[in-house]
């Protein structure tokens, strides 16, 4: 059948495929709270300018915290043709307290109704993730405090390149995390604006209060304009954005703890928790939860893209197209709060076999940056001349096949260039290179416990 609430204009019912394409009410029901939290706003603030009366609109704010109760409880019957939650409310609401529950339509459309529930899911939505990003930086920083002279090999082109500690490389991912953090401060910030009272498209010929409901509702303050308020979806757009910079972020650490965990690294070993076995290799435990966080990572990506395209084609103001929103938002925020978790949970289990990764640190020549910096700053060579000599001493031990600088005597050293001398040794070992890495920001035990307690400070 059709819709009883808005059928004064049509004879004949909708097709059924019309009413299944146009029915939000299952994904709708993720936002029931703040629908009635909307309508209870609304209701307030028409009684309050004397657009419908007070005894009206009480019998309306109960007939709301009833509905609640029932949607609450899971109790609450749908209906296709009802299409969305806008019209549930409002028709159970008419079940319950009659014909004043028509009232409450006055002065507003669902084009801002449903503009406003879904920044005010959207900012709920934010303030929970921010909450699980906190305790990933939380445990990344216990984790960086307590490896914070833990040597291991940094990389670059997945090549050895200097030696670094664990607590340096834990401590990047948590300024990645204190900038998705601040992506989604912003993202809020900008959304905390009341759609409410934009109505249609045009505003409304009614003496409301846009400011109340916007108070009423913890906005900062109602939307400028009414074409935007009920037009535009970028708040969810930014969201999904910074959702898919901090999942790529979340997947780098994923890929990591992948490779780290496998037999030829043995960095760290998988907690059991967050590991599973082979259905025929029953040696295995595979690292199943950080492989999904970096394939959840796709979705998020997915998500952010379909909303992107949905909206770039609209003339202003509402289309239809706007109802196709929330799917994306769903999908990303529930793939991002279970990737999120996985992820907190993995550092905090995190078990590091720091002699692997010692091993590791010193091979492929990793201290021959340290070796150049010392012919610069010892023997008086400019940094290219100290480079090439270096270059010579590592062919010389590749050639001798020694897999370290440390590793050569002196005269195999002065046979490549005579005015290396015998202190040269105090900087060829992994923990003196990386305890020499004293500029700001670098990887020596004590900058990385700085920066630690500077992010505690100003994160958590
Ligand atoms: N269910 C709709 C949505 O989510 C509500 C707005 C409907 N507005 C309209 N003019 N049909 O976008």
Known sequence: GRNPLIQGRFDGSPDSVMTAINASIDMDLRFWAEDIAGSKAHARMLAKQGIIAADSAEKILAGLDTIAGELAAGTFKTDPALEDIHMHVEARLAQLIGPEAGLLHTARSRN????????LWVRNAIDRLDAELAA???????QAEAHAATVMPGFTH????????????????????????????????????SP???????????????????????????MANAMDAVSDR???????????????????????????ASAPFSFITLSERFSTGSSIMPQKRNPDAAELVRAKTGRLFGSLQAL???????????????????????????????????????????RVNPARMRQEAGRGYSTATDLADWLVREAGLTFR???HVTGRVVRLAE??????LADLDLAALQGVDARIGPAVFDVLSVEASVASRQSLGGTAPERVREAAAAARAAWL
């Open 158 to 193: 997945l090549q050895t390149a200097q030696p670094v500690t664990l607590g340096h490389h834990l401590m990047a991912y948590v300024q990645m995390t204190a900038r998705d953090r601040g992506r989604l401060a912003d993202a809020r910030r900008r959304l905390n604006e």
């Open 234 to 260: 970028d708040f969810a757009l930014e969201l999904l954005s910074a959702l898919a910079i901090a999942g790529g972020h979340l997947s780098r650490l994923a890929e990591e703890m992948v490779l780290w």
């Open 308 to 350: 992107l395209v949905a909206m770039k084609g609209l003339p202003l103001a509402y289309s239809k197209d706007m109802q196709e929103d929330k799917p994306p938002v769903f999908e990303a925020v529930d793939a991002f709060a279970l990737a999120i978790a996985a992820m907190t949970g993995q550092v905090r289990d995190l």
């Open 112 to 119: 801002d109704q449903v503009a406003t529930d879904f920044r």
């Open 136 to 142: 990933f930086m939380a445990a990344l920083l216990d």
């Open 399 to 404: 050639a001798e096949g020694l897999d370290s």
């Open 196 to 222: 409410l009272g934009a109505a249609a498209l045009a505003g409304t010929g009614f003496a409301i209060d846009r400011h109340a409901t916007a108070a009423d509702l913890g906005f900062d303050r109602p």
């Open 385 to 387: 001349e100290a480079h």
